[in-house]
T-cell receptor
Framework: AQSVSQHNHHVILSEAASLELGCNYS??????LFWYVQYPGQHLQLLLK??????LVKGIKGFEAEFIKSKFSFNLRKPSVQWSDTAEYFC??????????????FGIGTKLQVIP | EAQVTQNPRYLITVTGKKLTVTCSQN?????MSWYRQDPGLGLRQIYY???????DKGDVPEGYKVSRKEKRNFPLILESPSPNQTSLYFC?????????????FGEGSWLTVV
């Protein structure tokens, strides 16, 4: 079974600092990869996703992520965070098995706190 | 507007009193699923459905039931709720369990079992 690891559970940054949140997964086959954001009191919203093509994907609000297949990683980055980026971030992996079976697994989330 | 709608959004109930959390999507999605979110555990899948009348267990199905009689609806049933089912529940849907399909989430249902 696949698993997803998010290394940083709680990150505190000052505004304008650069952000990188780690995500590693364990599955040797084909995957689709997602980053979701959950603002306080709200539901999860898609930030960006990768399913094929250019491994560097750009999402909303200046976020980007790079899929490195050899490292089983899909780290999220933003050059300069803002106070409004304070939220919880979830990495998710959709592992594609044979026969059309697929399974989505989420990481435990990283809470980002941006200090003005 | 494309959306996933859950009801109720907030509920406090007593141990053993059956309850149902409804979920409806208006995007003609085939795939629907339920997750629970708990601090330090992230989102864990309870049940999922690939299409009408096709449901299967996720990672934490104990204590829950689901049904998928219509494409748009996927209710979550707690036959005899217990305090360890106190959690934040999310319903989600996607076009299919297919490559690259975005998962859309409902706004969440806060359930407290006392």
């Amino acid at each position: 079974a696949q698993s997803v690891s998010q290394h940083n559970h709680h990150v505190i940054l000052s505004e304008a600092a650069s952000l990188e949140l780690g995500c590693n997964y364990s599955y040797g086959g084909t995957v689709n990869l997602f980053w979701y954001v959950q603002y306080p009191g709200q539901h999860l919203q898609l930030l960006l996703k990768y399913f094929s093509g250019d491994p560097l994907v750009k999402g909303i609000k200046g976020f980007e992520a790079e899929f490195i297949k050899s490292k089983f990683s899909f780290n999220l980055r933003k050059p300069s965070v803002q106070w409004s980026d304070t939220a919880e971030y979830f990495c998710a992996v959709n592992a594609l098995y044979g026969g059309g079976y697929q399974k989505v697994t989420f990481g435990i989330g990283t809470k980002l706190q941006v200090i003005p | 507007e494309a959306q996933v709608t859950q009801n109720p959004r907030y509920l406090i109930t007593v141990t053993g009193k059956k309850l149902t959390v409804t979920c409806s999507q208006n995007m003609n999605h085939e795939y629907m699923s339920w997750y629970r979110q708990d601090p330090g555990l992230g989102l864990r899948q309870i049940y999922y459905s690939m299409n009408v009348e096709v449901t299967d267990k996720g990672d934490v199905p104990e204590g829950y039931k689901v049904s998928r009689k219509e494409k748009r609806n996927f209710p979550l049933i707690l036959e005899s709720p217990s305090p360890n089912q106190t959690s934040l529940y999310f319903c989600a849907s996607s076009l299919s369990a297919g490559s690259g399909n975005t998962i859309y989430f409902g706004e969440g249902s806060w359930l407290t079992v006392v």
